[in-house]
């Protein structure tokens, strides 16, 4: 059976859906305006919506009389990024604009909903999960302390993603560990500031934090095995001085990758004891703030095999089903920690704004990419609950 590519539906054209979402991105948790157009359009097809989950909203469609459920999921949220671009739909709210894609990742299900709001095709129930807040990595789980699991049946649970430089048409996915776990960390120096023309009376905190930027990366090239997957970046060193001024304080921010528990502690402890000696050695007070945001994202092997089928069985697509894994994190990742399931990737294309890299400003969202994750979603649904 081939699942056939999707238009227009319910009395909503997918393209200007996604534009009309792409012009009013909001991010994090304040996304109450995203969330009510989103339960409008579900509503109006006949669907029942909560929306009290943790910043989120459930939408819920039941067939016949079978006990199986699942759940399928997109992101509310944009980024808090100044849009560059020349189109007609673009953001008209200054410094926010979805530039990740999560604006087609809305529409491809809200479009799958109504389409299968229309017809008798399966039994059992699936539920349409809008997270808020992934981009920071709490949406999930505030979903989850709000009671997902507990107030919705969910059996398996499946997630997609945009992937620009993949053609059109393209899946990839693989069982097991998929995208990568991120940590998050502050270093704080405190020194003592003063005139830039009598370095001797100052403790300058600014060259002990220059160090570090390259101390920590021994913590890659020495305490890690090369077999593993170790990045450590240092993305912002703001200190208090000026032109004239050596500075009394400097703060270093940054952000560590990986796929196992294992390597994310040795990043931690590690980077206590080379800022603790870099410190001393400077004669600053140091500080360490190291906080874990993503988890790995481990796909269960019997949902990605049933994914592969389903994306298989859409026309004109080509599906990879044990594809390298990929070094971005995933909020998703909470939700599978809680039940199986499967996060796939979707090709976004590999020219201009559609091959830009996600969080750019030049980025957009393929507006061909629309049917075939529509057509994914459908096909998911069949393969899990079809008659």
Known sequence: MTAQLSGPTGGIDDRALRHELHRHPQTGFDVDATASLVSARLRAGGLDVQTDVGGGLVATLRRGTGNRAIALRAELDGLPIQEVSAHAYQSQTPGKFHGCGHDGHMTML???ALRLAEQDSFEGTVHFIFQPDEE????AQAMIKAGLFDRFAIDAIYGM????????GSFATSP?????????????LSGRGGHSSAPDLTIDPLVPGAALVLALQTIVARSVSPREHCVVSITELVTDGARNVIPSTATLRGDARGYRDTVSQTIEQRMGEIVAGVAAAHGVQSSLRYQRDFRPLINTAAETDLAVAAAGTIAGATVQGRCERVGFSEDFAHFLTERPGCFVLMGNGTDGAHGASLHNPGYDFNDAALPFGIAYWLALVQAELGQ
């Open 176 to 188: 097991g560990i998929f995208t990568a776990f991120e940590d998050t960390f502050e270093i704080g």
């Open 110 to 112: 809200i479009v799958a």
């Open 136 to 139: 920071n990595g709490r949406g």
């Open 161 to 168: 993603h945009n992937m620009p430089g993949m053609p059109v």
